[in-house]
């Protein structure tokens, strides 16, 4: 597997991730929602396409397995460091 390293706004992408699955959402009957702490860009190195892939799985996995509610996917500054959280009102 090759891997592509380079400097790109995270945020941006996980939003449009969010964007892509929130009619996947709401055809299950759940409300998909992004935010951010607003101290952006969420410049992070590595890999855009396979990091999207990993966000994807996330939100998709929390789609499938909540019955019923809300997911939020959160992007955020934590210690100079940049952190997505997915959360939802699924049994897990």
């Known amino acids: 597997m090759k ?6 706004d995270f ?15 709401k055809n299950k009957g759940l409300a ?3 935010e951010d702490d607003a101290t952006g860009p969420y410049t992070i190195m590595g890999d855009e396409e396979k ?9 998709d996995n929390s789609i499938k397995y909540t ?6 996917v959160r992007v955020a500054h934590v210690d100079h460091n940049v952190l997505l959280s997915v959360h939802d009102t699924g049994m897990g």
């Open 3 to 8: 891997y592509e390293k380079k400097s790109y």
């Open 11 to 25: 945020g941006k992408s996980a939003h449009n991730v969010t964007e892509e699955l929130t009619l996947v959402a």
């Open 32 to 34: 998909l929602s992004y």
């Open 51 to 59: 990091i999207r892939q990993v966000v994807l799985n996330l939100i």
């Open 67 to 72: 019955q019923a509610g809300n997911i939020w």
